[in-house]
């Protein structure tokens, strides 16, 4: 099962039909407890139990339930994607074990699925959520965060503690696994969006050949990938080399995109297989359907090019 999807907003929804959240910059994920076995899935489904020991002692908590939540790895009580990132792929148990003693990560559970055998995809969030609370899950590595009723005064809050936004349920929404629902909205602070990498350029300058100076990123639409830009920014020294050896094996021949590639962006350009998510910063679009001042921020590993919705919508 894929987990249920929020759809950014503009504007934070008010009224008695509404409660919020905090937006946890973390890795969102499934918790299954069932007869005895206890198994954590990603966005993307993929089975990461191994990567976090720390949380398996939550299979003691009940005999049967279905959670949905978001892994966060804190430093100095904020969550950081970078201490968390390097666990996605942790495979090794010795090792993973070795990372929980040195960054323990917490889950934020915010939805129950399932109790006891009975599926609750099909109760509203109110009633799912009241559930939730009762089972009072508040263990050393887990929790579950309160909801506000005023969007506004949380997303103002959130904002000034350096959180990543809220996210605003409607209270009589069903879960609908996989799907981006207007019942859930997200408000996020920063200018950030996820990309598809489809080729990479080399340093104009410098003394080291063939280093990474920016990528060539895009986002799925219906004719394919839609070229939004070229970026730089954030790629400087070790960022840059790290990700030339991820993208060295991906190469192809062709330009993976739909749209045409400006020609002073194709200029010596490597084309890659479209497989790379990341995260990057910018102004929006600007009237030429670039991405204005962007900035690399990380990779998504968590994340696969079907996830990355287009947040920008077309040219601007």
């Known amino acids: 099962m894929r987990p ?14 509404w409660v919020h959240e905090v937006k946890w910059d973390g890795m969102r994920i499934l918790a299954d407890v069932s007869e005895g076995s206890f198994r954590l899935t990603s966005r993307t489904e993929r089975d990461v139990t191994v990567a ?5 002692a939550l299979s003691g908590e009940y005999a049967d339930m279905l959670l949905d939540g978001e892994i ?33 990560v917490t889950l934020m559970t915010f939805d129950l699925l399932r109790l006891y055998g ?23 590595r887990w929790q579950t965060p309160p909801t506000f009723e005023d969007g506004q005064v949380l997303h103002a809050a959130t904002r000034e503690q350096g959180l990543e936004g809220i996210v605003s349920k409607r209270i009589s929404s069903l879960y609908r696994p996989g799907v981006r629902s207007p019942d859930w909205l997200k408000s996020p602070h920063r200018g950030s969006a996820s990309v598809v990498i489809g080729g990479w350029r080399p340093e104009s300058t410098g003394t080291v050949r063939d280093r990474l100076g920016a990528v060539l990123v895009g986002v799925p639409g219906p ?90 919508g077309g040219d601007e």
């Open 52 to 56: 976090f020991p720390e949380l398996s």
């Open 4 to 17: 249920m999807l929020a759809t950014p907003t503009p504007t934070i929804p008010s009224g008695d039909a």
């Open 223 to 312: 004719e394919g990938l839609r070229f939004v830009g070229r970026v730089g920014a954030g790629l400087a020294g070790r960022a840059g080399d790290a990700l030339r050896k991820i993208l060295a094996p991906l190469e192809v021949d062709r330009p993976p995109f739909a749209t045409e590639v400006p020609r002073e962006d194709a200029l010596e350009a490597r084309w890659v297989h479209p497989v790379v998510v990341a995260d990057v910063e910018s102004l929006g679009l600007g009237h030429q359907g670039r991405l204005r001042q962007p900035a690399f921020k990380r990779l998504r590993e968590d994340l696969t090019p079907e996830d990355v919705e287009d947040l920008f």
């Open 72 to 104: 966060v790895c804190l430093d100095a009580g904020k969550p950081s994607f970078g201490l968390l990132a390097e666990r996605f792929h942790v495979t090794n148990p010795r090792r993973a074990l070795l990372l929980s003693e040195r960054s323990p």
């Open 118 to 140: 009975v599926e609750l995809l099909g109760r509203a969030w109110s009633d799912r959520r009241a559930t939730l609370e009762r089972l009072e899950l508040d263990g050393p």
